[in-house]
């Protein structure tokens, strides 16, 4: 989200989420996922790669009616990031970026039951806030380091199995 996802399309996301039940309405889970971002071709002369990978505190709330279960909770975690960059020049240039700091934001996702599952999908939004961050400028012309965004913002739809 914002001016900065210009340059990117959607990328390969893979998570779990996994926890248990506190109580009929309430749930204690752990949450881990992996962002690949996926740049857009032919924005400019820069090829390059970005990984995020989370590790979230997700609680729960689940209620429902008769045939659907809702559940919604917010997160908080703890993100690392590295990326790179390089200019298709004759100079060479490149660059390397890492980071780390805080993710948080919401879960909400609707599931039909299935026996004893529940079949569904979720909607995850989480918002990465830098706490540290460096770049490691490796080109001999053009400098590639700017600075890191403070925040940087996912939306997720996943399938997803209630068990």
């Known amino acids: 989200m914002g001016t900065g996802a210009d340059a990117f399309s959607a990328g390969f996301h893979l998570g779990g989420l996994l926890g248990g039940h506190i109580g009929p309405v309430f749930s204690l889970n752990g949450e881990m996922s992996l962002d690949i971002m996926s740049p857009k071709t032919g924005r400019s002369s820069a090829d390059g790669s970005q990984v995020f990978f ?10 429902g009616i008769p045939h659907l ?12 990031y590295a990326g790179s960059s390089r200019a298709s020049d004759e100079y060479g240039s490149s660059a390397s970026y890492s980071g780390d700091g805080i993710a948080y934001g919401f879960t909400a996702g609707v599931f039909l039951p299935l026996g004893r599952v529940g079949l569904g ?8 806030s ?6 490691d400028d490796n080109s001999s012309y053009y400098p590639m380091c700017g600075s890191l965004p ?3 913002t996912f939306i997720n739809f996943s399938i997803a199995l209630l068990i």
């Open 54 to 63: 989370d590790f979230d505190l997700s609680p729960l709330f689940h209620f």
């Open 130 to 135: 830098f706490s540290e961050s460096s770049c």
């Open 121 to 128: 999908g979720l909607f995850n939004l989480t918002v990465h």
């Open 150 to 152: 403070s925040d940087v």
């Open 69 to 80: 279960e809702f559940v919604i909770g917010p997160k908080l975690g703890i993100f690392a």
